[in-house]
């Protein structure tokens, strides 16, 4: 049973930073995609930021580019997502993600593995 658990959600100031993680257990997930996507409150889900199993490519949203950095620590089984120059609109839950179909975590359809996700609130 694989679990995802996220962790580093919380209230900031518009402008600030975050950084997300979550830890994979149950087994390894170093040769799966993982990524991050969000569901903010009447918004459907969207992908956030996805990522390759040795970390080499990662792809973004157009609304989070030059502002989130996705990474992972396969010894670690942990990805991360770093979140800067927030604004109120990046309030969401924020879901981390597995799937050895990289597409999908971009679709959001079928995915292997999800979190329970973590809160991230933008006060402006």
């Known amino acids: 049973q694989v679990q995802l658990v996220e962790s580093g959600g919380g209230l900031v100031q518009a402008g600030g930073s975050l950084r997300l993680s979550c830890a994979a257990s149950?087994?390894?997930?170093?040769?799966?995609?993982m990524g991050w996507f969000r569901q903010a409150p009447g918004k459907e889900r969207e992908s956030v930021a996805r990522?390759?199993?040795?970390?080499?490519?990662?792809y973004y949203a157009d609304s989070v580019k030059g502002r989130f950095a996705i990474s992972r620590d396969n010894a670690k089984n942990t990805v991360y997502l770093q979140m800067s120059s927030l604004t109120p609109e990046d309030t969401a839950v924020y879901y981390c993600?597995?799937?050895?179909?990289?597409?999908?975590?971009?679709?959001?359809?079928?995915?292997?593995?999800w979190g329970q996700g973590t809160q991230v609130t933008v006060s402006s």
């Open positions: 993600a597995a799937d050895n179909v990289i597409d999908r975590l971009r679709t959001g359809l079928k995915v292997d593995y």
């Open positions: 149950g087994r390894t997930l170093n040769t799966y995609p």
């Open positions: 990522i390759t199993w040795n970390g080499n490519i990662a």
